[in-house]
């Protein structure tokens, strides 16, 4: 069948500005218009886009198809590794230029030793590569990029093809990076749950619901001490251990850090029902107990005698919490308040005070059918009652609910 550019371009570029966006990624679209590519006899047999990222960890994505099936998103971090494939790549020229950069494999094998890229394309039997400048509205230019197996590699009318799908091309996944930018803005800043009401609109001052869940705060010993003495950098290093500590822990336990309050952590588990709220209680002590041990391994690696060895407190509370919209009216914050949240601070406060590394609330007690370990009732600041606090043995097996009084029955009843 003899290629008819026009009608392909036509048909690609009206799927690109309209069904195109209905896809999740750019991963999606790279695909599906490589395949369309295909069905009009263009020989693609590998597509691609390379795109900047706005991430704390990954600096580019590439969307990447081949016509074997496979179809993979590669994130590059910021390493030295990562630097040398770009300082060495086509898509450098491409950005230095602003000007497509073609390979001809196979009637010029010598050029393919120019890029890494193009000479592992060779010893797969691609016979042509080209790269093109993608533009995008902001004036930044991202690449997109071709290859092909077909004997005499791409022909003129091929390249007018990729030509004309560019700017279509370039504007779909213009969108697609936009909406992934602000969902890693807003999940890196103020947490996922509350980064898709942000885009969905709920951020309207004062708007919420009453959600349950299990509040956890967690606070460095002796940060104001420390603050003092250490430089700014030191501090800074310090406390981005320490978080990624606490935030990896409860992320692993399917918790959410919502907010971090000078050297306090905030998380919560959320439930709705009875036996959830005693799964959300387990995953809170679980990301206690997680952190302890990540910081203790901080502590038993670190190797600067200027940055000291971390200790913290961590209190456990449940109930039920206003979660929602608060601020002024330029600037609002998804937060968590109420008595519950109120006296989950007080009870970090407290362990601060006894020295102890997790103490927990009546409520979480009871949501764990499990009252044993009571330390004490303490007064705190704000409230009438005594508070009664409970120290979990997290040394136990999970199984059992840190129940100390529990765990000889039901050790035995588990086996």
Same mark, same amino acid.
């Given at each position: 069948?003899?290629? +008819?550019?026009? !009608?392909?371009?036509?048909?690609?570029?009206?799927?690109?500005?309209?069904?195109? %966006?209905?896809?999740?990624?750019?991963?999606? !679209?790279? =695909?599906?218009?490589?395949?369309?590519?295909?069905? &009009?006899?263009?020989?693609?047999?590998?597509? =691609?886009?390379?795109?900047?990222?706005?991430?704390? $960890?990954?600096?580019?994505?590439?969307?990447?198809?081949?016509? #074997?099936?496979?179809?993979? *998103?590669?994130? /590059?971090?910021?390493?030295?590794? %990562? #630097?040398?494939?770009?300082? $060495?790549?086509?898509?450098?020229?491409?950005?230095?230029?602003?000007?497509?950069?073609?390979?001809?494999?196979?009637?010029?094998?010598?050029?393919?030793?120019?890029?890494?890229?193009?000479?592992?394309?060779?010893?797969?039997?691609?016979?042509?590569?080209?790269?093109?400048?993608?533009?995008?509205?902001?004036?930044?230019?991202?690449?997109? %990029?071709?290859?092909?197996?077909?004997?005499?590699?791409?022909?003129?009318?091929?390249?007018?093809?990729? +030509?004309?799908?560019?700017?279509?091309?370039?504007?779909?996944?213009?969108?697609?990076?936009?909406?992934?930018?602000?969902?890693?803005?807003?999940?890196?800043?103020?947490?996922?749950?509350?980064? %898709?009401?942000? *885009?969905?609109?709920?951020?309207?001052?004062?708007?919420?619901?009453?959600?349950?869940?299990?509040?956890?705060?967690?606070?460095?010993?002796?940060?104001?001490?420390?603050? $003092?003495?250490?430089?700014?950098?030191? !501090?800074?290093?310090?406390?981005?251990?320490?978080?990624?500590?606490?935030?990896?822990?409860?992320?692993?336990?399917?918790?959410?850090?919502?907010?971090?309050?000078?050297? +306090?952590?905030?998380? !919560?588990?959320? /439930?709705?029902?009875?036996?959830?709220?005693? +799964?959300?209680?387990?995953?809170?002590?679980?990301?206690?107990?997680?952190?302890?041990?990540?910081?203790?391994?901080?502590?038993?690696?670190?190797?600067?005698?200027?940055?000291? #060895?971390? =200790?913290?407190?961590?209190?456990?509370?449940?109930?039920?919490?206003?979660?929602?919209?608060?601020?002024?009216?330029?600037?609002?914050?998804?937060?968590?308040? &109420?008595?519950?949240?109120?006296?989950?601070?007080?009870?970090?406060?407290?362990?601060? #005070?006894?020295?102890?590394?997790?103490?927990?609330?009546?409520?979480?007690?009871?949501?764990?059918?499990?009252?044993?370990?009571?330390?004490?009732? /303490?007064?705190?600041?704000?409230?009438?009652?005594?508070?009664?606090? /409970?120290?979990?043995?997290?040394?136990?097996?999970?199984?059992?609910?840190?129940?100390?009084?529990?765990?000889?029955?039901?050790?035995?009843?588990?086996?």
């Amino acid at each position: 069948m003899v290629l +008819e550019a026009p !009608i392909v371009t036509a048909d690609v570029v009206q799927w690109l500005y309209s069904d195109a %966006s209905q896809l999740d990624g750019t991963l999606e !679209i790279v =695909s599906e218009m490589a395949e369309r590519l295909r069905a &009009g006899n263009v020989p693609v047999d590998r597509a =691609s886009t390379g795109i900047w990222v706005v991430h704390p $960890n990954v600096r580019a994505e590439q969307s990447l198809w081949a016509s #074997d099936g496979t179809s993979e *998103l590669r994130l /590059y971090t910021s390493d030295n590794s %990562s #630097d040398e494939d770009y300082t $060495n790549s086509p898509i450098k020229r491409v950005h230095e230029t602003l000007k497509p950069v073609r390979v001809k494999i196979e009637r010029s094998p010598e050029a393919a030793d120019e890029f890494p890229i193009t000479v592992d394309l060779r010893e797969e039997g691609y016979t042509d590569y080209v790269s093109l400048p993608m533009p995008f509205s902001d004036g930044s230019v991202k690449v997109a %990029s071709f290859a092909t197996k077909a004997p005499g590699g791409f022909s003129g009318s091929h390249l007018s093809v990729f +030509e004309s799908l560019i700017r279509p091309l370039a504007l779909v996944c213009e969108l697609k990076t936009l909406r992934r930018t602000a969902e890693t803005v807003l999940d890196t800043y103020v947490g996922p749950r509350a980064g %898709s009401r942000v *885009l969905d609109g709920t951020t309207r001052r004062g708007e919420g619901e009453w959600i349950k869940a299990v509040v956890s705060f967690a606070d460095i010993r002796g940060f104001t001490r420390l603050s $003092n003495t250490l430089p700014a950098d030191k !501090i800074v290093l310090f406390l981005n251990k320490y978080f990624g500590a606490m935030t990896a822990a409860v992320e692993a336990h399917g918790g959410e850090v919502l907010k971090f309050i000078g050297d +306090e952590v905030m998380a !919560i588990f959320p /439930y709705e029902t009875q036996e959830e709220a005693r +799964e959300a209680a387990m995953r809170a002590l679980l990301a206690a107990r997680d952190t302890l041990k990540r910081i203790e391994a901080i502590n038993t690696s670190n190797t600067c005698h200027a940055t000291p #060895d971390m =200790s913290v407190g961590i209190a456990l509370h449940a109930g039920d919490v206003f979660y929602g919209n608060v601020g002024s009216e330029t600037r609002l914050d998804f937060t968590v308040v &109420g008595p519950v949240v109120n006296l989950a601070a007080r009870i970090a406060e407290l362990a601060k #005070d006894l020295e102890r590394q997790v103490l927990v609330s009546d409520a979480l007690s009871e949501i764990m059918g499990c009252r044993s370990g009571l330390y004490g009732r /303490y007064q705190v600041k704000g409230f009438d009652d005594p508070v009664a606090v /409970y120290s979990p043995d997290l040394t136990g097996d999970p199984r059992f609910g840190y129940c100390p009084d529990k765990t000889a029955d039901l050790a035995l009843e588990a086996n």
